[in-house]
């Protein structure tokens, strides 16, 4: 892939500023945001890879809006954690949306934007078909971005996302004083109900043990500026006033929409009831606890 090939970012916040860094010294990069004065149309009908670097909700308004101007070979990436109102990951809502799903691929892993911008690693799961990943990785080779390669488009999108539901239960252990032995027992648990719920929405459930599923969990679970791991010590503490993220959206728009049934999940469920309406989470978990514990 030439420096001179032209990659299109849309969205400027903290993840668009990582891929312009990652990008910019090797390639042509030219950047779009809503309040800028970038020509959205002329870029599109130009750009070889086009980079969804923004929130999930814009998602489907954006590829309306540059699916007629979009080129048969154009690879459109997305890095979008979250569910829109109605349930459908960012690489659905494209599929949905854009003229050539076949083009259209996602990364997801663990990947600060922060510590990308500041030049330390970030890893991601490459997903898409086996043209789109072989430029996916051309793009990014030489960068401090290491991607691995899945046939699986789903797994990633729903793994970057069931994360942020099963981050919240490693920080209500660690807002109930529960213990080191029990951050152990959650990483089991998670990886086994991701691993069930990716089957149920059709992906791969091997994904849940890779970067976009075991990698960005224990990344979001640990990682000392987590957001979703310090709304599970919220909720465990009773400090309710302000739980926003893409984890408490998520919770809310899958009970409006579901996609699986959560009472197949007893962590799951854990989580989703206690950021609802509190209750005794530490009896909650240790009824977890016991039922983990019989034969």
Same mark, same amino acid.
């Given at each position: ?54 929130p999930t ?81 051309? $793009?990014?080779?030489?960068? +401090?971005?290491?991607?691995? =390669?899945?046939?699986?488009?789903? #797994?990633?999108?729903?793994? *970057? !996302? %069931? ?41 791969d459930p ?24 310090? $709304?599970?010590?919220?909720? +465990?503490?009773?400090?309710? =006033?302000a739980l926003?993220?893409? #984890?408490?959206?998520?919770? *809310? !728009? %899958? ?41």
């Amino acid at each position: 892939m030439s420096r001179h090939t032209p990659v299109l970012i849309l969205g400027y916040g903290e993840m668009g500023h990582a891929m312009e860094h990652l990008l910019a010294p090797r390639r042509a990069v030219a950047i779009w945001q809503r309040r800028g004065n970038t020509d959205l149309d002329v870029e599109v009908a130009r750009a070889a890879v086009i980079l969804f670097c923004l929130p999930t909700k814009p998602h489907e308004e954006l590829a309306r809006q540059i699916g007629p101007r979009l080129s048969a070979d154009c690879v459109v990436l997305t890095i979008a954690k979250g569910l829109d109102d109605r349930g459908r990951t960012p690489p659905e809502i494209l599929r949905a949306n854009l003229p050539w799903p076949e083009q259209i691929g996602v990364i997801y892993g663990p990947m600060i934007a922060e510590e990308m911008s500041a030049g330390r690693p970030g890893f991601g799961q490459l997903g898409g078909s086996p043209s789109v990943r072989k430029i996916a990785r051309e $793009l990014y080779e030489g960068s +401090a971005l290491h991607l691995e =390669d899945t046939d699986d488009w789903r #797994g990633p999108a729903w793994g *970057a !996302v %069931l994360k942020n539901i099963y981050a919240q239960a490693f920080g209500m252990a660690d807002g109930l004083g529960l213990g080191d032995n029990v951050r152990g027992y959650l990483a089991v648990a998670a990886m086994n109900e991701m691993r069930a719920l990716l089957a149920e929405l059709g992906a791969d459930p091997d994904t849940a043990s890779r970067l976009a599923g075991l990698g960005d969990l224990i990344t979001t679970a640990t990682s000392a500026g987590s957001h979703h791991h310090q $709304l599970g010590i919220d909720i +465990a503490r009773g400090q309710r =006033d302000a739980l926003t993220g893409e #984890g408490i959206h998520t919770l *809310a !728009v %899958l009970r409006a929409h579901p996609r699986f049934n959560p009472e197949q999940y007893p962590l799951y469920r854990l989580v989703d009831e206690s950021a609802r309406d509190g209750g005794d989470i530490r009896e909650r978990f240790l009824a977890l606890f016991r039922v983990a514990g019989q034969p």
